[in-house]
């Protein structure tokens, strides 16, 4: 579970087929297959046929759920290797989009910014988007002093991949850089930083 | 009155000092000898004589110092001055109310002239004399908010006014107390104040955002805020903080009274007349504790203040190493005698 009280961060308020959606496009990644099979449960399997669903496995790769998500049957099913192509493919949908396409986004919180970062982009507003997180609580992080973004931070403070320094990571969330905040936890004393501590597991 | 410009900096030899005038027209942010947060605003209207409130877009004699300081911020990180795309029409309503009230208030300094959509700007101790057309961002040599804020003292947010809330949507943003503008742009309200403790669970925010969403053009508001910094350093910035917070071990019972500086943010809000945006000035102003402790009557108060604050507010405005350092030299100045209402010297 995320922890609560970040007044920043968007909250991730779970799937929801909208019955009333023309199409609806599902960008999906690792534990968050789970998140769409589940609502398949709760409303049927009608919506499918006008269901178009990207999914990268990254963490969840043995679990295969990529092979779940296919046996369902939508209307387009298409799996990533990595997050690059996804985001490419992505866009593309995104082009092609017409009126009355609801957006659905449910994994990793790292994954879920950089897909509604995308989508805002497109000019899409962030409220009409259903997202959910599933699987590890790990963060994207941006070093405030470089700039530089760090992802799957699992623990406070942690090393900026790109500057080195040792960030503290803040609960300040931006949903413009899909990232929280990462600030030199030594700045006063350098050396002084406290070993890390496993905080998003 | 023509004010004399020092020449001082903010930065590496650290000359800022106050003249004796601008001590005592230090807006001290304490009116009473505790502190805690709450919606502390009120009209912004002309106030005494003398003091900041005296203009409403106040000039002081840091001015050409602090605007070479934002200058040599800018060069190194373009970052701190950010305007989203559908800022412009608030960003040439920023630059037409800096320029009207400076012109106003300080004739002997600026000179504004307006003939139709042609301008003619006048800023003599910068010396800058621009003709422009007004509503033109191609006429100008910076877009128009960063034009007219590398100008006029104070860091500035553009605010932008929809769905019953307000988005950080542009800024120009070098003197901050330890946020960062490039992170914040584009949130709302309750977003960019969200690492602020205690105050949300006592509903100030709430009520502020509530006020805000009602201001109304022409009748501005204000209130202080404050904090504490090391040297009379403007840009402690997050994205630097890595090379001002050493400063923080720096400080000895020995050179406290010099090095420890009350930060003060005048911060004042204006609806604007064409984009319905709110401009948000945030005002520095810097004293150190042995400047301040030259009237008698802040000597007296501020280590009551100090005394009496909650811990997360000490923590949250970086005051924990320090503190005791700064009671321990501020106690001499405090003799039990009673203190008057209100911010202003006896």
């Given amino acids: ?140 992080v941006q070093c405030v002093h470089c700039k530089g973004i760090t992802d799957n931070v699992t623990t406070s403070p942690f090393a900026c991949t790109h500057c080195g320094l040792p960030l503290l990571v803040r609960d300040h969330y931006s949903r413009r850089l899909g990232a929280f905040q990462g600030v030199n936890i030594d700045a006063e004393e350098p050396g002084t930083a406290p070993a890390p501590e496993e905080m998003f597991p | 009155m023509t004010i004399t410009f020092r020449n001082e900096t903010f930065r590496d030899d650290f000359t800022f000092r106050n003249s004796l005038y601008n001590i005592r027209r230090f807006p001290f942010p304490f009116d009473r000898d505790e502190y805690m947060y709450s919606v502390n605003m009120e009209p912004h209207v002309r106030g005494k004589k003398d003091s900041v409130f005296e203009n409403l877009i106040d000039v002081d004699e840091h001015y050409v110092a602090e605007m070479h300081d934002r200058a040599l911020v800018l060069k190194e990180d373009p970052l701190r001055c950010q305007a989203l795309p559908h800022m412009m029409a608030a960003q040439w309503d920023t630059l037409e109310l800096l320029m009207e009230h400076q012109a106003q208030d300080y ?36 877009p128009p908010m960063e034009y007219i804020t590398r100008q006029a003292q104070g860091d500035f947010c553009i605010v932008d006014q929809r769905d019953n809330n307000l988005w950080m949507d542009a800024g120009m943003v070098t003197t901050q107390a330890d946020w960062s503008l490039d992170f914040d742009i584009g949130m709302n309200f309750m977003e960019w104040h969200g690492p602020v403790p205690l105050a949300h669970q006592i509903g100030v925010f709430d009520r502020a955002l509530k006020f805000l969403l009602n201001l109304q053009q022409g009748k501005p508001t204000r209130r202080l805020n404050w904090t504490m910094t090391v040297n009379p350093r403007l840009d402690t910035s997050p994205e630097n903080y890595h090379k001002w917070g050493p400063d923080r071990t720096t400080v000895t019972p020995e050179n406290v009274g010099e090095k420890m500086h009350l930060r003060v943010e005048l911060q004042s809000l204006w609806r604007l007349p064409r984009s319905n945006a709110i401009l948000f000035v945030i005002r520095c102003y810097l004293i150190s504790f042995n400047e301040l402790v030259t009237v008698p009557k802040w000597g007296r108060r501020l280590p009551r203040v100090l005394k009496s604050l909650p811990p997360e507010i000490v923590d949250y405005k970086g005051l924990s190493r320090n503190r005791p350092i700064m009671l321990d030299w501020l106690a001499k100045y405090d003799d039990g005698a009673p203190t008057s209402a209100g911010i202003f010297p006896d």
């Fill in chain 2, 107 to 142: 004739p002997e300094h600026f000179t504004l002239t307006k003939n139709g959509d042609r301008w003619r700007w006048i800023n003599r101790p910068m010396g800058i004399d621009d003709t422009f057309t007004f509503g033109d961002p191609s006429t100008l040599p910076y």
């Fill in chain 1, 1 to 140: 579970m995320l922890v609560a009280g970040i007044k920043s961060r968007p909250e991730y308020k779970g799937l929801d087929v909208d019955p009333h959606a023309k199409r609806h496009l599902f960008a999906l990644e690792g534990e968050g297959a789970a998140a769409l099979i589940d609502q398949v449960g709760i409303k049927g399997k009608e919506f499918l046929s006008k269901s178009e669903i990207l999914y990268l496995p990254a963490g969840s790769a043995p679990k295969d759920y990529g092979t779940s998500l296919s046996a369902l049957g939508p209307d387009s099913f298409w799996q990533a290797p990595t997050l690059q192509p996804l985001l490419f493919r992505f866009r593309a949908c995104l082009d092609l989009a017409r009126m009355g396409t609801r957006l659905y986004i449910a994994g990793t919180e790292g994954f879920i910014g950089q897909i509604m970062q995308v989508a805002m982009e497109y000019g899409i507003d962030y409220n009409s988007i259903h997202t959910e997180h599933r699987g590890s609580t790990a963060r994207r």
